[in-house]
């Protein structure tokens, strides 16, 4: 018994150093995290680069950043020069071998300019020294953020950019004058005239036959069948010298339905035929072509962007992001049973944006 006895105390003994033991690992360990302190991940020592030993040669990679940087900016200059100067002529394809050539080296040396100046400056000038970079998962205190603060002032010291006027202006130059052919390029997107006339006019003429496309066959009202929709095109375009925009404008969707399934509104009651009815292809959103009608709902479906257009109430928006309706064409019959049209459009084709003021 008195052999338990004693081996029962001493393991008690035993269990209380332990405890403490582990107390005391534990407070090490969190007086370790409290201070922040890192054990030295076994970085290298740092190797000086040339120009941290000579300035001259400081000087010298210096003037080499900064002339990349302005063969960056000759190069934006050149590529917006060589888009005006080598225009793309239709027909000719010299001037579009001319045009990309020059353009694309002018983007090129834009672009390489500014890379390699900065992976230069940043391998020839900036600091170089390794370091460690603690996570936090929690949001900084006001310590931590007067600490980022004093980072950023550190890395604005160690890369240059405050006191080296030279590269910081060059870089700031270049980075202005990067963008200037894309500005170029998009810009010229637009038309030289104002859209709103172009738009509102298109091929379609009083008296002018509808005709399939692209056999430029004229219709019949009889040949229309109920339920069936087709594109349609003025009957001659394919034949005449338009320019191919021109024949897109006038694409239209040729419908037809029980002619008590039409819900006119005032004035256009005779702009249909026999239940024939006519709207422009080209979606009021964006300018895609209209080309799914849903022959159970009477709905026109544009397949870009999903806008849907009724065309029992005159092709209303009824889906979509599309702002206006479909421009209806106004169609009747010639003395031979074609179709033609009354007149154009009554109202601007195409996206809606077209309309507002410039």
């Not at 004035?267 to 159970?296: M, N």
Request: hydrophobic content about 40%.
């Amino acid at each position: 018994m008195a052999d338990d006895h004693g081996d029962t105390a001493g393991s008690i003994a035993a269990g209380k150093d332990v405890a403490q033991h582990s107390a005391s690992a534990h407070d090490a360990g969190t007086a370790v995290v409290a201070t922040d302190e890192v054990p030295n991940p076994g970085f290298p020592p740092y190797r000086p680069r040339v120009t941290d030993l000579d300035p001259k040669v400081d000087r010298q990679q210096e003037r080499r950043v900064s002339a990349l940087f302005f063969v960056s900016i000759i190069g934006s200059v050149l590529a917006v020069a060589a888009y005006i100067a080598f225009p793309i002529e239709p027909g000719n394809m010299q001037s579009v071998r001319n045009n990309t050539l020059f353009l694309g080296l002018g983007i090129t040396m834009g672009l390489l300019g500014i890379g390699i100046g900065a992976v230069h400056w940043s391998k020839s000038l900036m600091e170089g020294h390794d370091l460690v970079e603690q996570r936090h998962g929690t949001r900084g205190s006001d310590e931590t953020r007067a600490k980022a603060i004093e980072v950023f002032t550190l890395g604005n010291k160690e890369s240059g950019f405050g006191r080296r006027t030279l590269l910081r202006n060059t870089l700031i130059g270049a980075l202005v004058v990067t963008p200037l052919p894309a500005i170029a390029l998009f810009r010229d997107l637009a038309p030289e005239e104002d859209p709103v006339p172009l738009l509102r006019h298109t091929f379609w003429d009083k008296g002018m036959r509808l005709a399939q496309d692209p056999s430029g066959t004229p219709i019949k009202a009889s040949d229309v069948t109920l339920g069936s929709a087709f594109q349609v095109i003025p009957e001659g375009i394919n034949d005449s010298e338009h320019r191919i925009e021109e024949k897109a404008k006038a694409a239209v969707l040729l419908v037809r339905l029980k002619p008590e399934d039409l819900k006119p509104s005032e004035g256009r009651e005779s702009w249909s035929y026999d239940g024939i009815i006519a709207f422009s292809k080209i979606c009021t959103h964006v300018g895609c072509p209209v080309a799914l009608y849903e022959q159970q709902t009477h709905h026109l479906l544009c397949p870009c962007h999903q806008s849907q257009f009724d065309i029992t109430r005159e092709a209303a928006v009824i889906f979509g992001p599309a702002a206006r309706p479909l421009p209806q064409l106004p169609i009747s019959v010639d003395a031979e049973g074609y179709l033609i049209a009354q007149s154009d459009f009554k109202e601007p084709v195409g996206p809606s944006f077209w309309e507002r003021p410039l």
